[in-house]
């Protein structure tokens, strides 16, 4: 069934690309090694060396290749080089599946999953950092023309590049564009240097003030000076509560005085003391003195090297705050800023949804109830809530591609097909006419359903096809069957779409959504083994994505009833290659 699906794909780009004649050996048919590569996805097997191992061994990758076993480079060259081609193939899969007889269009839901990217963590750096790299790289450049123009002479050069710099070389480029990425966002968002010295400057001023108000330390600023501030506030405070309490002595023992000369009531003493050490407010600002000076020590210690291990816990920060005295510096150097990874920039620090971090992707899916993928976007961004408008697009977009590959034209009103692409390209839902019995409204795309990662206030009103978004986990939202009052007719959206899933009809609907995309995520991770990247950059990861994405349409596709397969010739469309 594979070998027949592949055989009805057009594949005349990927041929084009090879010569049919001259010197050289042949090239392997590009038709095998697409088939060899869905059917090494579709088992798990995503590296080139293991799928040339497996063409040795395993009967059905023997099958595809003719007993012959291309090499490991072979395979990852075929990969890397027809990335571009990947997208129109999975819409070629769409459409063959289209015209295999799926069932009609349902309800689409969306949902984004975080794959992990080939790079590693600890590589994500701050702009100081891939300063100081693009530094160290200059520095070495300068220090090698030094070695070379002793060795060769000045104005000459060695023949050929040592192949041991060659990856070094990769490298300086990918920290150089690493580092131009950080400076045009932190441009882009204040977080310039004039923009942080300012910012760092206030900070200062209004903890040097005593202020409550002063937020978070900005990133970047030295903690002795920092505390150095709260220092001197908390001596400023210490100061400012003795003068008071001088003053209240003075005043009490003057009140005494005319209680003595019978010219006034007896004084209520109660608790307060006539040492100016003791009382509420002094201890209280004592306290604030003591934690700001231990946190001067801890911040000067750090600032001179790592504590010994014997100092370590004389060293750690003082907790609390608010009345008990200022926070403790802890991990305030670590707070979030614009960082880009030196091994692959295009990837992001993501939080995944077991609580950790990953430095990865987000794969935005848009799956059919039937299961079928209908797109498949990767994004840069760490949460959901920007991507419906451009998933609710893609699946227009989709459904529109399947509707015209099976579209007759037997519009009742019309004599053709009525569902006319001026309202997609315009981001609204294809209406077609008015006719109940036109088939062209069985194609009708549903409602898209979304996870409470995607609401927001602009999603809500956001134009487009009908919607479900829920405004939070399962707890949150309100359940059937209890007494809930209507809106009134000047409900805000956010209402609305809480009353709707409270009915019966909407929770039906809602309920549809994880048991549609979330076994796709699932199968997505674990039957193609796409939990991590194998390669490196958006647009090659982007192919990748697709690919294991046209893996899964085919094995839905295969795994359809013998009567409805009736394959067809596909005919190429480059309506889902923007």
């Avoid at 040339?52 to 003719?66: N, W």
């Avoid at 209004?206 to 330390?217: H, I, K, P, Q």
């Avoid at 090297?305 to 370590?312: I, K, L, S």
């Avoid at 994505?545 to 013998?562: E, H, Q, W, Y």
Wanted: net charge positive; with cysteine; hydrophobic share 40%.
């Amino acid at each position: 069934m594979l070998l027949e699906v592949v055989e009805h794909l057009d594949v005349a780009a990927l041929e084009a690309r090879y010569a049919q004649g001259g010197p050289g050996r042949r090239a392997y048919d590009p038709r095998m090694l697409l088939s060899l590569l869905i059917y090494a996805y579709s088992a798990g097997v995503r590296s080139s060396r293991q799928i040339e191992r497996l063409c040795q061994t395993d009967v059905a990758m023997r099958v595809i290749c003719g007993l012959q076993v291309p090499d490991h480079t072979v395979i990852a060259r075929f990969r890397q080089r027809h990335q571009d081609f990947v997208r129109e193939l999975f819409s070629q899969v769409l459409l063959i599946c289209a015209k295999a007889g799926l069932r009609r269009l349902g309800s689409i839901a969306v949902d984004g999953t975080k794959i992990a990217a080939n790079a590693a963590k600890k590589a994500t750096c701050r702009r100081q950092r891939l300063q100081q790299q693009v530094d160290e790289i200059l520095t070495r450049a300068a220090e090698q023309d030094a070695a070379e123009d002793t060795a060769f002479g000045p104005g000459e050069h060695a023949e050929e590049t040592p192949r041991q710099l060659q990856g070094r070389r990769e490298r300086e480029d990918r920290i150089k564009r690493a580092l131009a990425e950080v400076i045009a966002e932190e441009a882009a968002r204040g977080l310039d240097a004039e923009a942080t010295a300012a910012k760092e400057r206030a900070f200062l001023e209004a903890t040097r003030a005593g202020r409550n108000d002063v937020g978070s330390r900005p990133v970047g600023a030295d903690p002795v000076v920092i505390v150095e501030a709260r220092l001197r506030a908390a001596q400023d405070r210490l100061a400012g509560e003795v003068e008071a309490k001088r003053a209240q002595i003075a005043v009490m023992r003057e009140r005494m005085r005319q209680f003595e000369a019978g010219q006034g009531p007896k004084p209520n003493l109660g608790p307060f003391s006539f040492d100016e050490n003791r009382g509420q407010q002094m201890a209280r600002a004592k306290r604030w003195v003591a934690r700001a000076e231990r946190e001067l020590a801890v911040a000067r210690a750090r600032r001179a090297g790592p504590p010994a291990e014997h100092e370590q816990d004389d060293l750690l920060p003082v907790p609390g705050g608010g009345r008990h005295g200022p926070r403790g510096i802890t991990s305030k150097d670590d707070r979030p800023a614009v960082r880009r990874n030196v091994t692959d920039p295009d990837s992001r620090l993501m939080h995944d949804s077991n609580g950790g971090a990953i430095q990865g992707y987000n794969a935005q899916l848009a799956v059919r109830d039937d299961g079928l993928i209908r797109s498949a976007q990767l994004v840069q961004d760490i949460n959901d809530r920007r991507q419906l408008q451009p998933m609710s697009q893609a699946a227009l977009a989709a459904a529109l591609l399947v509707h015209q590959a099976r579209c007759l034209g037997q519009c009742p009103s019309l004599d053709r097909c009525c569902l006319a692409s001026a309202a997609y390209e315009a981001g609204d839902r294809p209406r077609g006419c008015d006719d109940a019995d036109c088939p062209c409204l069985a194609d009708s795309i549903g409602a898209l359903l979304f996870d409470a990662g995607y609401w927001s206030q602009d999603n809500l009103t956001a134009p487009g096809p009908d919607r479900l978004i829920a405004p939070g986990k399962n707890a949150a939202r309100p359940q059937p069957g209890q007494d809930h009052d209507p809106p009134p007719q000047n409900a805000d959206p956010a209402t609305l779409m809480i009353y709707r899933l409270a009915t019966e009809e909407g929770t039906a609907l809602y309920r549809r959504r994880s048991a549609t995309v979330e076994p796709v995520n699932g199968h997505l991770k674990d039957c193609t083994a796409l939990r991590r990247f194998a390669r490196r950059g958006l647009a090659a990861c982007q192919a990748e994505l697709t690919f294991a994405a046209l893996v899964l349409n085919i094995g839905k596709f295969c795994r359809l009833p013998s009567a409805v397969c009736r394959l067809a010739p596909a005919r190429r469309s480059t309506a889902l290659t923007a």
